[in-house]
């Protein structure tokens, strides 16, 4: 009888169980990319669904100024007004078609009406509407109108210039709501009359009424109705100048919502022809039943003037696939997850030690606010007393030297707060974090602008690259650069540049700045990001420890990266590098 030898036995084992790890190692690794891919495509369609929202504010925010322009005019604006004050708006907001202003007529004076606008020098003007051939026709007799009067770029729209807004179902029912309402309401989808292709619109309304502030009931809003502000978009302007600057390659389609079924398909951006089709049909890709295995992961809601919008998602043929791992590095995923428990131990031991330091970081916190802001408010109230006091003895000079003492002390104080907030907010996880598509160059720009005009002469800022944009939250890159240039200002001599640096590539951008200062001792630098600590050479320059915590906090929100290089009486660089997406 052959009798296999135990060594024999043990090798079997040992292979077993290689085998079995690198197959269970190749499973996670597929599962860890996937999850990798997958919050990346998340991300992605989260910044395309942030800049549709934002361009429909921007649109809704244009109303609303025309609207405050007509109220400081007691409506009485004439074309050339109009005309002028929307220049700038549709300038910069291309996705505008045009803004109209298209006031209410009785029938009784639809005849004194029409001559009044063809004496202006518009001898053809007539109210308009679309026969059931679609084409402009007089329009037949209805209780009132709402031509357009007003409108801006004429040029390509002329056919809308007198075309009655009341003469259609699907602009009506938008009409009344907002008349009722006083709300800014958009219509369905609806087929613009100075539209030459085949493609959707809709509008935008805004109700004026003949009183200085809007009727409260909805009587009194129906009397004294005068007239609508309207804005007109296409479906692919608005998705196309909101997209023009994100390059992904991910399909978004648009459904109204609040239409019937039959009439909310407004149109699908195509990311390889990076135009809006109005074919809706769309065949799924590989890609799409991995990142989109369930529909809800690829769709966002969409405010549009009291209608919602659904954004569906889908990545194209083109979208990223998943990366090949070897063998070897398969294996090596297999062990850094078992790493990844036993530092899951770890954290959960740090997190109750940090729950136990919890209050005695509080104590701090509160000592150093009340004395941070103990001394400006001491500062600022000592300057008003003096020129409450001595208002009468006190010359100009040394009176708008007290108020420039009083601004800056204030201006010190309102960033020390802040701070403070900033770094409370994010200890409890309630930090908000709300990126924006920002153009960097400018962004950084206008930062060191806004700093002290002593301040500004020393700051030298160089840039490879001024064009590039990222997705990031101003007010926190605004809180970070700010505490950067502040530290490195106020611990260099008067007489020494701080040098700001930016970099970028397709993925990041670096920034970095650096002075010739005091620097921070080696013994100081494992502690120097904690909140409160300060470096021991310091000595009578005012602080309260707060600026590189409030970095560190701006940078992690940011999932980026910092280092900081320093030598004591040599000066110090911090780098922070800041992903673009």
Request: with cysteine.
């Amino acid at each position: 009888m052959n009798v296999v030898p135990f060594q024999a036995i043990r090798y079997g084992l040992v292979l077993s169980l290689g085998v079995g790890l690198s197959v269970l190692s190749a499973v996670f690794a597929g599962q860890w990319e996937a999850s990798k891919q997958q919050v990346r495509f998340q991300r992605q369609i989260e910044n395309i669904s942030t800049a549709l929202q934002r361009s429909l504010n921007r649109y809704t925010d244009v109303l609303s100024f025309l609207d405050d322009y007509y109220r400081t005019t007691e409506g009485t604006v004439s074309r050339q007004d109009f005309n002028h004050f929307v220049e700038r708006s549709l300038i910069t907001y291309p996705g505008i078609q045009a803004l109209e202003w298209a006031p209410i007529i009785q029938q009784t004076e639809r005849l004194a009406f029409e001559q009044r606008i063809q004496a202006e020098g518009y001898p053809n003007f007539q109210i308009t509407e679309l026969s059931n051939a679609n084409q402009l026709i007089p329009a037949g007799d209805r209780p009132y109108y709402i031509p357009v009067v007003y409108l801006e770029p004429f040029a390509n729209n002329e056919a809308a210039f007198g075309f009655d807004l009341n003469s259609t179902t699907d602009r009506t029912i938008a009409l009344e709501s907002a008349r009722d309402t006083n709300r800014i309401t958009a219509t369905g989808r609806i087929r613009l009359v100075q539209e030459q292709r085949d493609q959707f619109g809709f509008l935008m309304v805004l109700p004026l009424y003949d009183s200085p502030t809007p009727p409260p009931s909805l009587s009194n809003r129906r009397d004294q109705f005068t007239g609508f502000l309207v804005g007109v978009f296409r479906v692919s302007d608005v998705v196309e100048e909101s997209l023009q600057d994100l390059r992904y390659d991910i399909h978004v389609a648009l459904y109204d919502q609040s239409a019937q079924p039959d009439q909310q398909f407004l149109g699908r951006y195509d990311a390889l022809e990076q135009q809006v089709m109005t074919l809706e049909s769309d065949r799924p890709s590989p890609a799409h039943m991995s990142l989109c295995a369930n529909p809800v992961d690829c769709t966002h809601s969409l405010t549009v003037g009291e209608r919602q919008w659904r954004a569906v998602f889908s990545p194209s043929i083109n979208y990223a696939s998943n990366a090949n791992y070897s063998a070897p590095v398969t294996f090596l995923i297999g062990l850094l997850l078992t790493g990844s428990f036993l530092l899951f131990l770890h954290q959960l031991n740090t997190e109750l030690e940090q729950t136990r330091a919890l209050s005695d970081l509080k104590l701090r916190f509160f000592s150093m606010a009340s004395h941070e802001l103990r001394t400006p408010l001491s500062t600022i109230l000592l300057s008003v007393e003096s020129l409450q006091l001595n208002h009468h003895h006190l010359s100009e000079q040394q009176k708008q030297t007290n108020i420039q003492r009083i601004y800056l002390t204030a201006k010190r104080m309102s960033q020390q707060v802040a701070d403070l907030l900033t770094l409370t907010r994010a200890e409890v996880g309630k930090q908000d974090y709300t990126p924006e598509l920002v153009e960097i160059y400018p962004l950084i720009q206008h930062i060191i602008t806004d700093m002290e005009e002593s301040d500004r002469q020393r700051i030298v800022l160089t840039a490879s690259n001024q064009q590039d944009k990222a997705f990031w939250d101003k007010r926190l890159v605004r809180s970070l650069l700010s505490n950067l240039l502040s530290n490195a200002l106020k611990y260099s001599p008067s007489d020494r540049d701080v040098q700001v640096t930016l970099k970028s590539d397709d993925h990041c951008a670096t920034l970095t700045v650096s002075d010739r200062g005091i620097g921070i001792p080696a013994v100081d630098q494992a502690q120097i990001w904690d909140a409160f600590y300060r470096g021991h050479n310091v000595g009578a320059i005012v602080g309260s420890g707060l600026g590189l915590a409030v970095v560190k906090t701006c940078v992690e929100l940011h999932r980026g990266t910092w280092a900081i290089e320093s030598e004591e009486g040599q000066g110090t660089m911090v780098t922070v590098v800041l992903p673009l997406e």
